[in-house]
Nanobody
Framework: QVQLVESGGGLVQAGGSLRLSCTAS????????MAWFRQAPGKEREFVAS????????YYADSVKGRFTISRDNTKNTMYLQMNSLNPEDTAVYYC???????????????WGQGTQVTVSS
């Protein structure tokens, strides 16, 4: 059974930092592209950052570029999101996502964590 467990969320003042973690089990972690998404109250879930397993490429939403850094430790089956210079607009539930496309079987595997709340006060 695949599980993605996020941690590290909390309440922080504007300008502060947090580091989120996502620990995976039940899958071959280094085969998966890992990503962070977030959902603010009353808004749709949006992409934040991703880390491609094949070549280590990273991608960021424009709104977090230069402030957030995604990384992973395949030996620990864990992905991280270092968030700096936080502002109230970053307040959301942050979700971990794991995605893998099997070319041979043409099957896509996509998993989500339960989310961790990040609240930034002004």
């Amino acid at each position: 059974q695949v599980q993605l467990v996020e941690s590290g969320g909390g309440l922080v003042q504007a300008g502060g930092s947090l580091r989120l973690s996502c620990t995976a089990s039940g899958l071959t972690f280094n085969h998966y592209t890992m990503a962070w998404f977030r959902q603010a109250p009353g808004k749709e879930r949006e992409f934040v950052a991703s880390h491609v397993h094949k070549d280590g490429s990273t991608y960021y939403a424009d709104s977090v570029k230069g402030r957030f850094t995604i990384s992973r430790d395949n030996t620990k089956n864990t992905m991280y999101l270092q968030m700096n210079s936080l502002n109230p607009e970053d307040t959301a539930v942050y979700y971990c996502n794991a995605e893998y496309g099997d070319i041979v079987t043409q099957t896509e595997y996509n998993y989500w964590g339960q989310g961790t709340q990040v609240t930034v006060s002004s």
